[in-house]
């Protein structure tokens, strides 16, 4: 048995103003803000309060009626989660069709069948006369067939249903999907208080997590399950090497990163340069605060443009991030041109 979401503390407040206002709700929402600050938390929080029959105090679920029992015990009739397959097995569910498909790899998209399977749900009265509420998440990983088949249906949606649509990124949906859902951006929490949910949540060094994740609490949480520093151990030693002006300063580095999911290694190289871009223009870096005499030294030797170019390309790297042709190859390409942008003068323009 699951347990009921909830908001989150820095959530209520502004939860329970929105659902203030639910006899006038839109038939589609599409939840957005910053990665790592609880909106997938906020979607699922507000399914519950939405089909809640008996809700308390600012709209939230009651969790005793029998709409937040099924809620509870998944399987309530009037209410769907879409999200991709390998997210739901993240997440401890095993979807129908994985017992048939257990060589196969689980799929990272939103497929076309899983929206057309709601077909039927649709057509189908609500059990109780409430609303009938469909998650989809992160709505990124709808691909264009996927989409054009959600824009069909809301073009002319099913009476009493509600879509809540969460994404780290709006640009990256079909404008058209965008134009109709009514955008709630979820404000990111004060810094303090954040710091106060992670030091609850048992993290030790909370502050420094939390400005490794850019001030996103669920973010902070997750990298701190990670056994690393808030700063990791190989960053510090690549920024120390940067930093002394050493030649071939991405070598330590590329033996540290091999065999670690790319993804999670290139997230912290763009923190990185975005922090080095701050200081290069007399700033306080916010991500690595504690390299920042690192930071300065290595700013010394080149260039905002450089460090913008930089920017720009590691953005592009994440596209291919999934499947290089050779992972160890793709490191040492990653990190050489790293050590370029920052004014390096081994062999790295010869990447």
Known sequence: MSTLAQFLPWQQAFADQWLGERERFAHAWLIHGLAGIGKRSFALAAAAALLCEDPQE???????CQACRWLTSGNHPDFRRVRPEALALEEGEV???????????PSREIRVEQMRALAGWFNTATHRGGWRVA???????????????????????????????TTDAPDLLLPTIVSRCRRLPLPVPAFDEAAD??????VKEPVDWLAAAGGAPLRALQLSKTGEAPCPAWLQG????????????????????????????????????????LVAAGAAP???????????????R?????????????????????????????????????????????????A
Not at 309 to 337: D, E, M, N, T, Y
């Open 286 to 300: 916010r991500y690595f605060p504690a390299q920042a005499q690192a930071m300065q030294a290595i700013t010394g």
């Open 135 to 165: 998650v989809i998440y992160p709505a990124q990983a709808m691909n264009h067939i996927t989409a054009n088949a959600l824009l069909k249906v809301l073009e002319e949606p099913p009476p009493r249903t509600v879509f809540l649509l």
């Open 238 to 277: 690549f920024l120390r090497e940067l930093a002394a002006g050493n030649s071939s300063p991405w070598l330590a580095a590329a033996d540290a990163l091999d065999g670690m999911e790319p993804a999670l290694w290139l997230d912290t190289l763009q923190r990185l340069f975005v922090d080095l871009s």
């Open 302 to 350: 080149t260039t905002p443009t450089m460090l913008t170019a930089a920017v720009k390309w590691l953005a592009q790297q994440r596209a291919i991030a999934g499947h290089p042709l050779s992972p160890k190859l793709f490191i040492h390409s990653v990190l050489q041109r790293c050590a370029l942008a920052c004014g390096s003068n081994g062999s790295a323009g010869k």
């Open 58 to 64: 600012g709209g939230r679920s009651c969790g005793a």
């Open 95 to 105: 979807p129908e069709e994985s017992a048939s498909q257990a060589k196969k790899t």
């Open 197 to 202: 949910w992670l030091r609850n949540e048992g």
